[in-house]
């Protein structure tokens, strides 16, 4: 699975459209791009999933550029209830969980 | 509720002992991720077990042992317990094996205290 690099931390105030990158150089041709968001003491909860170019969905869109090696999650006009970790992950869909790595993901902090 | 269901939510106990925390699939996922994350730290993976066998592992001690039943719920045990894992411990199940490329569906967790 390709490891990947977001940053530690991000702020953002109420209202605004946030994005979080994240780098995966060593993307595999089969490998999948999934983002997850936790809070705390609460399991990880899906958000969105893409393999190339854009996807978008109730909650938040994702960009893929052509070569694969970064990708963003974007969160539209975000809340004080978007206050979490985001994680990246990257891995294809039937090959196991080896060297699954969640890493520390992204903490969002949302201020009014 | 993501249909992924965790027993206990909360299990104290003393260093030296064995615990077994137990996790139910969403109804069709083959797969069972084990996961610990201690306060204010990553998620790291622990093992994985698809359709009963085991799939792949992470960073699990040789004293963390689990296992699928043919009814597809797992069990993790945690034996010789040290202070150090006080953690939460969460499952997550999938209907695929890719782990990373899958879409996981993450239970409660189970927080565990050794004093």
């Known amino acids: 699975l390709a490891k990947t690099t977001q940053p530690i931390s991000m702020d953002s105030y109420e209202g605004q459209e946030v994005n979080i990158t994240c780098s995966h150089n060593?993307?595999?041709?089969?490998?999948?791009i999934t983002w997850y968001q936790q809070f705390p003491s609460q399991g990880p909860r899906f958000i969105i999933q893409g393999y190339k170019t854009k996807v978008t969905n109730e909650v938040a869109s994702l960009f893929i550029p052509a070569d694969r090696k970064s990708s963003t999650l974007s969160l539209p006009r975000v809340s004080l209830s978007d206050t979490a970790v985001y994680y990246c992950l990257v891995g294809d869909r039937w090959g196991g969980a080896n060297n699954l790595f969640f890493g520390t993901g992204t903490r969002l902090t949302v201020i009014p | 509720d993501s249909g992924v269901t965790q027993t206990p939510k909360h299990l104290i106990t003393a260093t030296g002992q064995r615990v077994t925390l137990r996790c139910s699939p969403r109804s069709g996922d083959l797969s069972v991720y084990w996961y610990q994350q201690s306060l204010d730290q990553g998620l790291q993976f622990l093992i994985q077990y698809y359709n009963g066998e085991e799939r792949a592992k992470g960073n699990i001690l040789e004293r963390f042992s689990a296992q699928q039943f043919p009814d597809l719920h797992s069990e993790l045990n945690l034996s010789s317990l040290e202070l150090g894992d006080s953690a939460l411990y969460f499952c997550a199940s999938s209907v695929d094996s890719g782990g990373g490329g899958g879409t996981q569906y993450f239970g409660p967790g189970t927080r565990l205290t050794v004093l």
């Open positions: 060593n993307i595999a041709t089969n490998d999948y």
